[in-house]
């Protein structure tokens, strides 16, 4: 008779490690869906700050000119710029933009359309389809601001203010206007 001397071990795992196993397995299953969804929330973030971030630096408006209408040869009572959207921005609705008027007596802030107390500005389009939205690069808008509703009378000779244009996205423009003198017998001045 033949004996098998070939052993014949065999690992036994009780159920308290199982359940250990099976616990250990489901911990790092939620771990690993925290991790995806916090990597999610993150890249959308990141996007959208990336997206918010671009727009205010490509959407510029540029101030191409700027006149003012003298009074009476003594206030600049209206300034009127050019604005054009600059090469590579997005639409520009002026209707949603603000400008900050400040000079050395006001600070304003102004917005588009008709206000009861003259804290607006108008637009009227120059060339382009539209008065309010630069769609294309050649589009020009007339931005008008009534600077007598503002200071009273105007602003004389050698007097000045700062219009700072705020569009929709948060792109900021700041033009200085800057009133001649004498202003003279002169109609229209360069601000």
């Known amino acids: ?109 102004l917005v588009h359309g008709d206000s009861a107390d003259g804290d607006s500005f108008e637009t009227d389009s120059i060339s382009g389809d539209d008065d309010t939205v630069l769609s294309g690069t050649s589009d020009r808008i007339g931005v008008t601001v009534d600077v007598s509703e503002i200071e009273g ?3 004389a000779g050698d007097q000045g203010a700062t219009l700072r244009i705020v569009d929709e996205s948060g792109a900021t423009t700041v033009y200085g206007v800057n009133v001649p003198s004498p202003l003279g017998d002169r109609s229209v001045v360069n601000v």
Do not use: C, W
């Open 153 to 155: 009378d105007g602003l």
């Open 1 to 109: 008779m033949m004996h098998n001397n070939q052993q014949t071990d065999r690992g036994q795992v009780g159920i308290g490690t199982l359940i250990i196993f099976i616990a250990l397995v489901l911990v790092a299953a939620v771990a690993a869906g925290v991790l995806i969804n916090t990597a999610g929330f993150l890249q959308s973030s990141a996007e959208s700050t990336g997206s918010e971030a671009q727009s205010q630096v490509s959407n510029q408006i540029d101030v191409i000119s700027a006149t003012g209408d003298v009074d009476d040869g003594e206030f600049v009572d209206e300034v009127n710029l050019v604005v054009k959207k600059s090469p590579g921005s997005d639409p520009i609705d002026l209707e949603s933009a603000t400008i900050q008027y400040t000079s050395s007596g006001q600070d304003v802030t």
